[in-house]
Each structure stands twice: as structure tokens, then as C-alpha cells.
């Protein structure tokens, strides 16, 4: 044992173990297989390690059906006073961000479930993404929490520096007190990245005399074996042991000065050092992705330099943009955080029950998809799916509970993504339709009731900061390809091999070569009953790279809506008094154009009726494009997600194929496995032009391409002489796929 009694000091440890609502399960078991057993495996070796772990529910529900004997081992573990079990918001969301009677609700969910399952009390809680705004104290103490843990950075942008967060502080609001600790950088940097070594040399740098100081780390247990390149490295082999079984050896080797404590027991035996009132903030990354692009590049430029610089004096005031923003920048992320607010008070309504939805809503409430960063998050399509699952589930039971078993339809006029301008929402026990009047009568929601699917929850191609960051790697790389020929086959991507893991954060990584001639950036959101009028000359893939002039002025810009209610059905006409361009013609032609929706009383159905009138004095010659935009989980080759086209046998007729179909009028879109068909019916033959819409993306293991939904494109080609009209019916039906 090492002794250096003459100072000492305590270490507090928090691994924060979460995966989404909706993930795969082979994802949770390849997770818990790589990190969170070995971890309690780790800890059940080295009895004198004491720390805290915070799993979150969504993962301890997997584990109670999954690996029920880990909860058990973990529940010694707890009863040794080994370790400490964390709250949290129950499905892990950002706490700002949904309703306050929820926020307290989800956190006193967890915090009973871990009192049945390992017999204690949490008296703290993780933050999710440690996205903190003042008045959270008041909630947290609401729901039982007396402390929680946030970042340096947070300390730090109020003027406080490395030396003073060797403790923790109190904050309040509305006169209730809160303990706040702050995560180090420096430990997270440290911890498992550096050699063991220099870890316990710098915990003996911060130790003092009387021994009252606590450094504290908190930080992703997944990290620990799960992030690429960590699991040997982090868990050894035969012959060689893991940096954490190094790690937690040196701890009980160093534990006469070195006292590992769980976060709770050190704040029930010292006081705080002094009283906080935290800005809203996040971690300094999550305050760089909320910004728009450019800014995020800019940003994340000035703070890699000033990092370089090493100019801690000007980094502990950066701050980037604000959570909230997520809101702002992704339409979707909006859709989806106004539909979740929208089915809280439906829930809430019909009573806030677990019969009337309220569990399914606080599932919905599941922080992963309502914001994006380096990788993951809103672009993350089958967690996006699994959100609108609950909503829809939630609002089926609110529904149920208020209207019976009976067929019902309303549709309502109302400020749904709370821009100051009415949507048009059309709900029934069937389905829901939310149109977009301003955006050019767009439809950007559909629900199916049955399924519980919006077929609509498909993601935009926006342009992201890191794609600066592709485009001049790939650029370097092409450049330098001789060097790295030998490179291309790896598994491990574009990069030299090395024994040492790598940080996702700050290594560029790619799946595949020459990424950036995919990187698309769409001028308009993807939503449905878009209008084009297309010049001849253009094709699919002039069409799919967004390499075309519209000859419309449809796109984007308002429609006059009119809706009629009677025992049939929903009826609703969008008009638009627009112009269309004619090649080689000095001006436009004037042109309205009407699309008219019927939704039918009790049906899966929806009828689409265009209608588009010259109003000018000359022929007008042009191709009409109706598009549509399908999300039926269908990305990596899913062959139970298709198309079906009747008379033409598909080359490849999954779901995130790309073609060409001349003469069409029936076709079907679908997912066996959702259990959703929808068939289109065509009264006019089209052209069918089907791509899947990919997103270039950042992963853990490097950037990628990312299924993000279908576009399929309906064409004719239009010969209007002066004052002549033109009319089609679309007819949509939904079953159930076998």
C-alpha cells in the first residue's frame, strides 16, 4: 500500500448508464455486455471502490425483463454500502423542456422504483445532458433530490476556477435550497484516456491536510467499454489487465489518502462551500451544436484554439448557444416537442393515468431525439419512430378514456409550433393529419392510429458544422492518397491504427470513402403535398441532389384554406394563386392551384384532389410533381419496409431504394413488421420517382450515411392551353401489412 498520510482527499464517482426509449435490443445487450457488466463485475472485485451509478429507467425496465440477475448483484453491491443508486428523470428528459408536473413525476417514478428494487433512497440525481436552467431547484426538491451534479463549466462561466469546485455549492429558487456539485474536465479528460499513473498524481496534487476536499468525476458508464476501441482497453485480457482494473487497484492501494465516497454521503457530512446561482447552461459542447451551423464551426474553431492556446483565463467565459435552440434550428425537433406538449394535456385531460397514457407520454418525453450534437440524436430514425409511438399510443388511451369506442373526427385551427401562425390540425379515432398552410398546404404529420406511426417523421438534409469538418478531410485525404491507400479496407475507418482508444469527440473518422459528394442540403423541409412544376430536361437524380430550378412559386409559400365538417367526413380545400415559368417564354404564367383532402368518418383513408386551372393567355407546357415524404423505418436494406408497384417488377423494391417507374396507377409503401400498408391509387397515370433521403451523419465509430425517410414523387406532364384545367385523384389507403 502506498502511504502519504501527511494529506488526503476525497474522490466521488458517477457513472451515468442510459440508452433510448425505442433503441434496439440487441444494442442494449451488446452495451450491457461490453460496459455495464464488466463494470459491476469491476466493482464486485474491488470492494473498497465506492462510487455512485445512475441508470435510467428505459434501461433498468430492459434489465428487469433481460438480466434480472445483474439488478440483484447490483442490489448487494447497494446493500454493502459499496454503491449508490442515482435518480433521475424516469426515461431521461430534458428536464427545461417538459411540463413541471411532469418533471417532478418522472423523477419520484425512478427514485420509488430504485427504493423497490435495491432497497434505498436516492437523495440525489443525474441531469440529463446537464441541461440546467434556474429554476429547477425549486422541482428537484419537489420530487425529494437534495443534490445533483452539472459541469465545471457551469462554475466556471460565473467566475469560478478549477481550485474552488473541489466541494459543492447551494443554489435555490423560491427560498428551496439545492446541492450543486461540478464535474471536472480535467478527471473526464483523465479518466480512462491517460495512464493510471498520472490520474493519482493529479488526485494528490488537490489533496490538503484536513482531507475535506472532494474531486469529482461524472461521466457516460458506457465509455467504459462501449465506445469504440475501449473494451480491451478498458477491460484487458487474459494476459493483460484493463485501465479500470488498474484504476480501481491503485484506488484501494492509495485508499489511506485517496477516499473514494459515494456523491450523497460526502453531501449529508460536509457543508458547501458556498452559495451558486447557475446560468442556463449545458456542457460546452451542447452549447456549440445549439448554435446554426456556421456559428457552431466558428465557435468550435475559436474554442479548439483557445485549447491549444491554452488560455483557460478566456475558455471559462465561452459560452455557445442555448438548449432551447434545438427548437429553433430543426423544424422536426419543434414538431415533435409541440405534439408532446400538445398529448400532455390531452393526457392530462382524461386524468394522468397509467390507463389514460401518462407512462407512454413520459416515454415520448425521452431526452435522445429533441436534439442533435456530433452524432445520434433527432437523425436518429428509429428512436424518432419509437417517440411518435408513444404519442400516439398516449393519445389513443387519453382518446379512449374521453370518447369511448365510437368513430369520431374534429380538426382545429391552432398556433401548433407556436411560430404565431395557425396550422391546421385534423384529428380522429383513426387517424391524424397536421397541415401547414403557410408552407405551401404541406402536410407534416401523419398519424396512423391503428399502427401508432406518423408515416411523416422524416428528417430534412440541413446542413450540420461538422460537414465543414468532412469536406476538408476528404479533401486532405484525396489529396493524400497514396499514403493512405492501404488504409481503405479497415474496419476501423480512414485513420491510422493505434492501441490507444480514440475520442469520438475529436477524431474524424469515415465509414466509407469520398463521403462528402453526399453531403445534400434541402432548401425546403420534407414534408408532404409538396407542388413542383419541373422543366423537361429534369431527372431523378437532378430531383434527389436538389440540382434544379422550380418553375413554380408553390413551394414553401401560403395557400388559403377552407375546411368543411359534415357526417361523411373532413373536407378540406388548400388554393394558391401562384405563377409558373415556361423555358425559353419572357414571363410566367398565372396558375391556380387547388388540392383538395377528404378525410372519411372512420376509415384509414385520404383522398387527394388536384386541380390546376391556366389562367393565362397562352398554352402552358410543363410537368406537375406531387412529392411525398415516407418515414417506414426502412434504412440498411430492411426487406420487411417496400414498395410495391403493380405492372412493374422493382429491381429493388425496398423501402430506401432509388428508381424510376413509367405509367404507374397502383402501388403500395409499407412495413410488415409496423403492420402498416398504405396503397396508392392513381386515376391519371404517373411517373413514380423514389429515392431514399440520406443524411450524412456522425456516429460513434465515424461519420456515415443515414436513412432518413423515402421521397417518392408523383409526375405528369401537363399541355394547358389558355383557361383549360387539369384534375387528378390520389387515393391513399391504409391496411394492415402482412
Known amino acids: 500500500m502506498t502511504t502519504r498520510q501527511s494529506k488526503s482527499i476525497h474522490l466521488g464517482l458517477l457513472f451515468h448508464n442510459h440508452q433510448p426509449v425505442g433503441n434496439f435490443p440487441w444494442v442494449f445487450q451488446q452495451v450491457y455486455e461490453e460496459a455495464y457488466l464488466p463494470m459491476i463485475e469491476a466493482l464486485e472485485r474491488h470492494p473498497e471502490v465506492r462510487l455512485s451509478l445512475h441508470y435510467t429507467g428505459s434501461l433498468l425496465d430492459w434489465m428487469e425483463e433481460a438480466q434480472p440477475a445483474f439488478l440483484l448483484r447490483l442490489a448487494l453491491l447497494v446493500k454493502r454500502q459499496q454503491v449508490e443508486i442515482v435518480s433521475g428523470g424516469y426515461y431521461e428528459p430534458i428536464l427545461p423542456s417538459i411540463p413541471d408536473t411532469d418533471k417532478v413525476a418522472q423523477i419520484r417514478r425512478l427514485t420509488e422504483r430504485i427504493q423497490r428494487v435495491f432497497g434505498t433512497r436516492a437523495t440525489g440525481m443525474w441531469i440529463a445532458e446537464r441541461v440546467w436552467e434556474p429554476d429547477l431547484p425549486k422541482f428537484l426538491r419537489e420530487a425529494g433530490i437534495d443534490w445533483t451534479i452539472l459541469d465545471d463549466v457551469h462554475f466556471k462561466n460565473v467566475g469560478l476556477e478549477d481550485h474552488d469546485l473541489l466541494g459543492y455549492y447551494a443554489t435555490e429558487d423560491q427560498s428551496t435550497t439545492l446541492k450543486l456539485y461540478a464535474t471536472s474536465k480535467s478527471l473526464r479528460y483523465t479518466i480512462p484516456w491517460r495512464p493510471v499513473r498520472e490520474a493519482i498524481e493529479n488526485l494528490y496534487s488537490l489533496a490538503t491536510s484536513d482531507g475535506r476536499r472532494i474531486a469529482v468525476m461524472g461521466d457516460d458508464g458506457e465509455k467504459f467499454g462501449s465506445w469504440p476501441g475501449t473494451r480491451s482497453y478498458c477491460w484487458g485480457s487474459d494476459s493483460k489487465p484493463g485501465w479500470t482494473e488498474e484504476f480501481f487497484t491503485a484506488l484501494e492501494q492509495n485508499a489511506a489518502w485517496l477516499h473514494t465516497i459515494p456523491l450523497g454521503e460526502y453531501a449529508r457530512n460536509y457543508p458547501a462551500l458556498g452559495r451558486i446561482y447557475i446560468p442556463t447552461s449545458s456542457y460546452i459542447e451542447m452549447t456549440e451544436w445549439a448554435l446554426p451551423p456556421r456559428k457552431s464551426y466558428a465557435f468550435g474553431k475559436l474554442l479548439h484554439h483557445l485549447e491549444e492556446e491554452k488560455r483557460h483565463d478566456i475558455l471559462q467565459f465561452m459560452r455557445g448557444g442555448f438548449w432551447r435552440n434545438f427548437l429553433v434550428r430543426y423544424p422536426e425537433i419543434n414538431n415533435q416537442h409541440k405534439k408532446m406538449l400538445r398529448v400532455h394535456q390531452n393526457v392530462y385531460d382524461a386524468g394522468a393515468t397509467p390507463e389514460t397514457g401518462i407512462i407512454q407520454l413520459w416515454k415520448a418525453q425521452a431526452n435522445d431525439t429533441y436534439w442533435h450534437g456530433l452524432f445520434g440524436g433527432i437523425y436518429m430514425g428509429h428512436v424518432r419512430s419509437a417517440i411518435y409511438h408513444h404519442l400516439i399510443k398516449a393519445e389513443n388511451a387519453a382518446d379512449r378514456a374521453r370518447f369511448g369506442a365510437i368513430h369520431w373526427q374534429r380538426y382545429e385551427f391552432t398556433d401548433f409550433d407556436r411560430d404565431s401562425q395557425n396550422e391546421l390540425i385534423v384529428e380522429s379515432n383513426q387517424q391524424n393529419l397536421y397541415i401547414d398552410p403557410q408552407r405551401g398546404g404541406t402536410l407534416f404529420e401523419w398519424d396512423i392510429r391503428r399502427s401508432m406511426h406518423n408515416l411523416l417523421s422524416v428528417m430534412t438534409r440541413h446542413e450540420e458544422s461538422y460537414h465543414e469538418t468532412l469536406r476538408q478531410f476528404e479533401q486532405e485525404r484525396r489529396q493524400q492518397e497514396a499514403y493512405i491507400t492501404h488504409q481503405l479496407h479497415s474496419q476501423q475507418g480512414y485513420i491510422l491504427a493505434s492501441d490507444e482508444p480514440i475520442s469520438p469527440h475529436t477524431t474524424v473518422r469515415t465509414k466509407e470513402a469520398n463521403l462528402d459528394k453526399y453531403l445534400v442540403i434541402d432548401p425546403y423541409r420534407r414534408n408532404s403535398l409538396i407542388d413542383h412544376f419541373l422543366a423537361p430536361g429534369i431527372t431523378l437524380e437532378h430531383f434527389a441532389q436538389v440540382r434544379y430550378e422550380e418553375q413554380g412559386n408553390f413551394v414553401q409559400l401560403p395557400y388559403e384554406t377552407m375546411v368543411k365538417h359534415d357526417s361523411s367526413g373532413i373536407t378540406i380545400t388548400l388554393a394558391r394563386d401562384g405563377q409558373v415559368k415556361r423555358p425559353g417564354a419572357l414571363g410566367p404564367l398565372p396558375v391556380h392551384l387547388q388540392k383538395t383532402l377528404f378525410i372519411p368518418l372512420g376509415d384509414e383513408n385520404l383522398i387527394v384532389r388536384y386541380t390546376i386551372h391556366n389562367k393565362g393567355q397562352t398554352r402552358l407546357q410543363t410537368r406537375f410533381a406531387c412529392e411525398w415524404n415516407v418515414h417506414l423505418l426502412g434504412g440498411g436494406g430492411n426487406d420487411q419496409a417496400y414498395y410495391r408497384v403493380e405492372g412493374h417488377k422493382l429491381e429493388n ?11 404507374v396507377q397502383q402501388f403500395h409503401i409499407g412495413n410488415s413488421w ?34 432518413q425517410g423515402s421521397c417518392l414523387t408523383l409526375l405528369w406532364p401537363l399541355l394547358l392551353e389558355a383557361n383549360q384545367s387539369w384534375n387528378v385523384t390520389i387515393t391513399c389507403t391504409g391496411t394492415s401489412a402482412s
Not at 653 to 663: H, I, K, L, M, Y
Not at 680 to 705: H, K, N, Y
Open 674 to 707: 409496423i403492420k402498416q400498408d398504405i396503397g396508392f391509387s392513381l386515376d391519371e397515370p404517373a411517373t413514380l420517382w423514389r429515392f431514399s433521403i440520406e443524411t450524412v451523419t456522425g456516429s460513434e465509430a465515424g461519420f456515415e450515411r443515414n436513412h
Open 653 to 663: 423494391g425496398r423501402f430506401d431504394s432509388t428508381g424510376e417507374a413509367p405509367q
